[in-house]
């Protein structure tokens, strides 16, 4: 059975940081490319970061500079700096490798004074 599992989020304020992890099981999580997406309330569930099984990254412009995605053996991760209020959301971990698609249960950030 394949899980992704999502952990870290929580409430911070403008300007903080917060670390997301995501701990896979029941694949080989090195050959998966792997993503970070979020949605926001009323809004569409949309891309944040991926990396690829070479470490190749991709990220949302308005994350550029501020979130790092990155991945060992077990995890991956994403860090979020210089947290904005618009960063609000249930952030989700995805992976993905040749048909096989997978998703985690989510994490809520709120960023908030």
């Known amino acids: 059975q394949v899980q992704l599992v999502e952990s870290g989020g929580g409430l911070v304020q403008p300007g903080g940081s917060l670390r997301l992890s995501c701990a896979a099981s029941?694949?080989?999580?090195?050959?998966?490319?792997m993503g970070w997406y979020r949605q926001a309330p009323g809004k569409q569930r949309e891309l944040v970061a991926d990396?690829?099984?070479?470490?190749a990254t991709n990220y949302q412009n308005s994350v550029k500079g501020r979130f790092t995605i990155s991945r060992d053996n077990a995890k991956v991760y994403l860090q979020m700096n210089s947290l904005k209020p618009e960063d609000t959301a249930v952030y989700y971990c995805?992976?993905?490798?040749?048909?096989?698609?997978?998703w985690g249960q989510g994490t809520q950030v709120t960023v908030s004074s």
């Open positions: 995805d992976g993905k490798y040749s048909i096989n698609a997978y």
């Open positions: 029941g694949i080989i999580l090195s050959v998966y490319t």
């Open positions: 990396i690829t099984r070479s470490g």
